[in-house]
């Protein structure tokens, strides 16, 4: 869809590509009824500029990228529940809760919309058959690596998470033909993910990279890149509704690859609900 490839590239773009990307996601309908140089017109540019800015989207010039953004409008039935304007200090706490559960569930729609089923059955495969899986992320990214480590152990593979800088490079450095490398990253740009991407990709591992824009120098590095849509527009915060994307896409993960080897998930649930059962009242 043209508007979230818009939403996914557009801190890539240069300034003038995001003078472009702006006015399109603000005005689409109008856009569909311009000619490339009303287009350049209305944003101060010049035609070639629009044209640049439709290859840059993927398109080979600026009619299929119209014919492409009528079609998203024309299919579009969103609910006007789901249109929320970004935050301001008059928002009522209702207001806020409503706006934050809004994005999060918009964000997943839309990132189911945009994901390579084809690649996601390659990665299941390959971190079905791993060795070792090895999970990095810093910050708020450390805590979806932690809880994929406890998802991906609980189905008795060997998963470890590592969230500190230094283990970082002493793991990947370490890694060996056969483990996969699960990096995630909202901003796909956090210096010591990359390196340590870089590091176990010349020790020999699979890497896959979970992030939100698909031109990061991460998703560029990886051997496979699943991208959620990043609705920064409208957060004053980094990684908000994307971080809720994050956690679904482990989460599928983890039932995809379980349906692989369907008998032994059970067991390995079974045992995981005994352990519970005994810790619990």
Request: hydrophobic share 40%.
């Amino acid at each position: 869809m043209v508007t979230l490839q818009i939403h996914n590239k557009y801190k890539e773009l240069t300034e003038t590509e995001q003078k472009l990307a702006t006015y399109v996601l603000q005005s689409p309908q109008e856009v569909t009824r311009m000619t490339v140089k009303e287009l350049a017109d209305t944003c101060t540019t010049v035609p070639s500029a629009v044209i640049r800015f439709c290859k840059t989207m993927g398109f080979d010039g600026f009619s299929e990228f119209k014919i492409s953004l009528a079609r998203e409008l024309g299919a579009k039935q969103e609910s006007t529940s789901l249109q929320l304007p970004a935050f301001s200090a008059d928002d009522s706490p209702k207001e806020i809760f409503q706006k934050v559960f809004g994005s999060g569930i918009r964000t997943l729609e839309d990132t189911l919309r945009m994901i390579d089923f084809s690649q996601v059955e390659t990665i299941s495969r390959l971190l079905a058959n791993a060795d070792r899986i090895f999970i990095f992320g810093i910050g708020t990214s450390s805590v979806i690596a932690i809880d994929a480590q406890y998802r991906f152990t609980q189905m008795g593979l060997r998963a470890t998470a590592c969230t500190d800088i230094l283990f970082m490079n002493v793991t990947a450095v370490n890694m060996k033909k056969g483990d996969v490398m699960l990096a995630v990253s909202h901003s796909g740009r956090t210096r010591a993910v990359v390196d340590a991407m870089r590091h176990a990709k010349d020790a020999g591992a699979t890497t896959v990279a979970i992030t939100s824009f698909s031109g990061s120098p991460l998703a560029k590095e990886s051997d496979y890149a699943v991208c959620v849509f990043a609705d920064e527009e409208n957060y004053p915060v980094e990684a908000v509704s994307a971080r809720v994307a994050h956690i679904c896409l482990i989460d599928a993960f983890m039932m995809t690859v379980a349906t692989l080897n369907y008998e032994e998930f059970i067991k390995h649930v079974s045992n995981r609900n005994q352990i519970l059962d005994e810790i619990r009242y």
